[in-house]
């Protein structure tokens, strides 16, 4: 079981919106609506964004937000922030039997 | 406020064992199912392994499989992670991460403890 692909980095100005894409199989993003999405600074532990693809927990801005296509699910935040810098990683439930979770490779947003 | 505290991190020689604990505070901790979750240093998140909240299920990623331990001990509201036969590989900052109700994500982290494996 390989980990989900994400691009390496993405990056935007100020009040633009970005779209970080999340490729995995028909065992994990296509097959679970269990897709969610954790924004990391540097140092510190991973905050959940985005849960059950499009779902977000309270407290979260509404410029954050998600879907999911086939195998492929992505995050878009809009109105991009200076605190939006950081790096992203979705995560999904899978039915493989080497695990239980799948973290997708890591995408580090840059606000120019 | 949700809290969660791990623990007994340090510096291990290869082949030693390490006994991580996560104190958790501010909700109901036999109720929730808990997770281990890595980082390697520069690297992206890996899972490790995963508990029910009464202890009676337990899932590991094959990569610490037979040699990693979760545990639980609901009357102390702590979550363990037992790491023995410990390699360079398993260097990482480990932490421990409540599993949301019904929604199978990870909705509070602790602040991580680090594992560094070196002679």
């Known amino acids: 079981q390989s980990a989900l692909t994400q691009p390496a980095s993405v990056s935007g100005s100020p009040g633009q919106s970005i779209t970080i894409s999340c490729t995995g199989t028909s065992s994990d993003v296509g097959g679970y609506n269990y897709v969610s999405w954790y924004q990391q600074h540097p140092g510190k532990a991973p905050k959940l964004m985005i849960y059950e693809v499009s779902n977000r927990p309270s407290g979260v801005s509404n410029r954050f937000s998600g879907s999911k296509s086939g195998n492929t699910a992505s995050l878009t935040i809009s109105g991009l922030q200076a605190e939006d810098e950081a790096d992203y990683y979705c995560?999904?439930?899978?039915?493989?039997?080497?695990?239980?979770?799948?973290f997708g490779t890591g995408t580090k947003v840059t606000v120019l | 406020e949700v809290q969660l505290v791990e623990s007994g991190g340090g510096l291990v020689q290869p082949g030693g064992s390490l006994r991580l604990s996560c104190a958790a505070s501010?909700?109901?901790?036999?109720?929730?199912?808990m997770n281990w979750v890595r980082q390697a240093p520069g690297k992206g998140l890996e899972w490790v392994s995963y508990i029910s909240s009464s202890g009676s299920t337990i899932y590991y990623a094959d990569s610490v499989k037979g040699r990693f331990t979760i545990s639980r001990d609901n009357a102390k509201n702590s979550l363990y992670l037992q790491m023995n036969s410990l390699r360079a590989e398993d260097t990482a900052v480990y932490y421990c991460?409540?599993?949301?109700?019904?929604?199978?994500?990870?909705?509070?982290w602790g602040q991580g403890t680090l594992v560094t494996v070196s002679s």
């Open positions: 501010g909700f109901t901790f036999s109720s929730y199912e």
């Open positions: 991460a409540r599993e949301a109700v019904t929604t199978s994500n990870f909705d509070y």
């Open positions: 995560s999904s439930y899978t039915s493989s039997s080497t695990l239980l979770y799948v």
